[in-house]
């Protein structure tokens, strides 16, 4: 910590730590804690954020006006006026330029204060202390989540990644089962106390070796990130591997992370954030899907404030049965853009879709395709296992959710990815509205 904390020029390790306290908070403490972040960033941003500054000069006062009276902003808004999102003299506040797009194919450059993203990593530090993983023991990544390899190869990030043992050395987007298998063993062999990749890196790893039969060695725990942790991933790769799994949602200029618990529930890492769910502007009961909308309290250089990511979640309901207290989402959808859209208007998201396959234990993988505005393809990846009586269902529960629409399941067409191996359980072809 004295060491890499100053040549970082970030307190990563004093937040994990610290994070521990802060989970022993009463829920009173953690919340006034959070106020005055928040109270903190927004006089910040009424200062010397221009955007924010000509809303003062109309009468928000960011001392006193509540939180749900400033405009929610988005990627694309401050892509576009980047000049009146950033605060004055940000040059010289210490900052990262962060880079994301390699798997959404939506390009996104913005800078964060070092202050912030060491928050943000002490708390993926402390998740995985959470699940019995501490800081120095080895982890393996598997697949290449940008969060992990961001143009890793500076001496910061290699000096970071050996004092940690952290490697990349299953790190590829093939997941034939030959590559898989192959990812697994290797995995196997470096004797990790964590494996954390791609949710469908892992479930092809699991095929693989329960296919083949063999035994892997297994990690203390293992956490998915990045894509939608489909349940019949989590089953098979779990009895794979014999190994509790977490499933991952974060989102970096934001500075939203969660992490399921036992329960399967996401609890969000309330020291970074805090978190909305809405839906046309109204927060969200619980139990009902809406827009994911994050302030960041630790942003200043570009302060996040009422930041939609761009995600869908349904907020949990009342404290979690597992007993660990803070904000919880009940489940979290991908990208509003994996939506589908129907001639009525009424837009679906994988959330949707997800609960059929919870009954199709034939379905190793699907991915919906929206050709057109009237024609949906439902590809499929199956096991020995997948039977007709699954098809018929999977058909049916299409066609009951998307009324104007032809629906067709198809287990002949390869599922897509993205050039950096992301799986997308949603694929919109570009079309006229
Ligand atoms: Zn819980």
């Known amino acids: 910590m004295v060491v890499i904390e100053p040549l970082v020029g970030a307190r990563y390790l004093s937040t994990a730590q610290w994070l521990r306290e802060f989970d022993a908070w009463s829920p009173e403490r953690r919340r006034s804690w959070q106020r005055e972040r928040l109270r903190s960033v927004l006089s910040h ?3 010397r954020v221009p955007f924010y500054r000509r809303l003062g000069e109309a009468g928000f006062d960011p001392r006193t006006s509540p939180l749900h009276e ?3 902003v ?3 808004q401050i892509r576009d006026d ?3 999102f950033l605060s004055q003299g940000w040059e010289r506040m210490p900052h990262l330029v962060k880079a994301t797009g390699g798997t959404t194919g939506d390009p996104w450059r913005y800078v964060l204060d070092k202050q912030a993203w060491g928050h943000m990593y002490g708390a993926a530090l402390h998740c995985r202390e959470q699940v019995g993983c501490r800081y120095g023991e080895r982890m393996v990544v598997l697949g290449s989540p940008p969060s992990l390899v961001p143009g890793g190869t500076s001496w910061k990030a290699t000096l970071r990644s050996q004092l940690e ?3 990349v050395a299953a790190a590829g987007v093939e997941i034939d089962p030959v590559a898989s298998l192959e990812r697994a063993r290797q995995a196997g062999k470096l004797r990790a106390a964590l494996w954390y990749g791609y949710a469908g890196t892992l479930a092809a790893m699991a095929d693989a070796v329960i296919d083949a039969g063999v035994h892997i060695p297994p990690p203390k725990a293992i956490i998915s990130t990045s894509e939608m942790l489909q349940p019949a991933w989590r089953d098979r790769i779990e009895e794979a591997f014999a190994a509790p799994l977490f499933d991952e949602y974060g989102c970096n200029d934001g500075g939203v992370l969660a992490q399921t618990c036992r329960r399967g529930r996401f609890h ?10 809405l839906d046309e502007g109204q927060a969200c009961p619980p139990g009902v899907e809406g827009d994911v909308v994050v302030t960041n309290l630790h942003a200043r250089v570009l302060p996040f404030l009422r930041y939609r990511v761009g995600d869908r979640a349904v907020a949990g309901e009342g404290p979690c049965p597992c007993g660990q207290p803070g904000t919880t989402l009940e489940r979290v959808a991908g990208r509003q853009g994996d939506r589908v859209r129907l001639p009525d208007g009424v837009e679906l998201s994988a959330v949707a879709f997800g609960h059929v396959f919870k009954q199709t234990p034939g379905v190793r993988r699907w991915q919906v395709v929206q050709e057109n505005p009237t024609h949906l393809t439902v590809r499929i990846e199956g096991t020995g296992g997948f039977d007709p009586s699954q098809e018929e269902l999977i058909l049916s529960y299409f066609q009951e959710r998307c009324g104007g ?9 390869t599922i897509e990815r993205s050039p950096a191996g992301k799986h997308k359980v949603v694929v919109v072809r570009p079309f006229p509205k």
Do not use: F, W
């Open 45 to 47: 941003a009424a200062a």
């Open 70 to 72: 400033l405009p929610t």
């Open 74 to 76: 988005d990627k694309a």
């Open 82 to 84: 980047m000049g009146r």
């Open 165 to 167: 043992r952290r490697l």
């Open 268 to 277: 969000v890492a309330d020291s970074l954030s805090l978190i909305e769910v």
């Open 405 to 413: 629409v032809l629906v067709r399941i198809t287990m002949s067409e």
